[in-house]
């Protein structure tokens, strides 16, 4: 069913060249719940962020999509919730080209050094280097200011293969 069901969302994503969802792209689904009544969330997102009417838009190609399959809906049932959206805040990052999206934001990194050791950084993404194979990221560390003056730490770059998750935070 999974297959089937990403093979759709492919199709119809592949197909948003010159309409208001062009540029979008896939990031993950989830399938939940039975025959009688099954939820399939489906996140997207795109290099500018993504627009509720993007989500309104591809959810509505999808369902028709769904819906003209007779095999879709002998796998779905007739009874199914579709939810299109982008992952919101607090939510990993899944693919590089998301970093790109989150210039000048707030994002808690945990990654491992060369010894393997892993270690967790909050602080603003200032440069996203996407280079084939290589890409990085430099952050500027949050500093926790307390009595007194804080000091100012270093800008720190991380090579993505060494990112092991990577989270926008919202700033207090």
Do not use: W
């Not at 689904?29 to 509720?52: E, Q």
């Not at 440069?127 to 100012?152: F, H, Y």
Request: glycine letters at 12%; proline letters at 2%; one cysteine or more.
């Amino acid at each position: 069913m999974q297959e089937a069901l990403l093979k759709c969302v492919h199709e119809v994503l592949s197909a948003t060249a010159g309409t208001k969802a062009e540029g979008v792209y896939f990031i993950g689904m989830t399938v939940k719940g039975s025959v009688v009544h099954r939820k399939i969330d489906v996140v997207v997102d795109a290099d500018s962020g993504v627009r509720i009417d993007q989500c309104a838009f591809l959810s509505r190609r999808l369902r028709e999509r769904l819906e003209e399959d007779e095999e879709m809906i002998g796998i779905l049932g007739d009874n199914f919730d579709l939810v299109v959206g982008s992952p919101g805040l607090g939510e990993p990052i899944i693919l590089d080209r998301q970093y790109g999206r989150h210039v000048g934001r707030l994002l808690r990194v945990s990654y491992s050094d060369l010894e393997g050791v892993e270690h967790e950084l909050t602080g603003h993404l200032l440069e996203v280097s996407l280079a084939e194979g290589a890409g990085s990221i430099m952050l500027k560390p949050r500093v926790e200011k307390k009595k007194g003056k804080g000091e100012e730490l270093e800008n720190i770059t991380l090579e993505l293969g060494a990112v092991l998750r990577a989270v926008p935070e919202a700033e207090i």
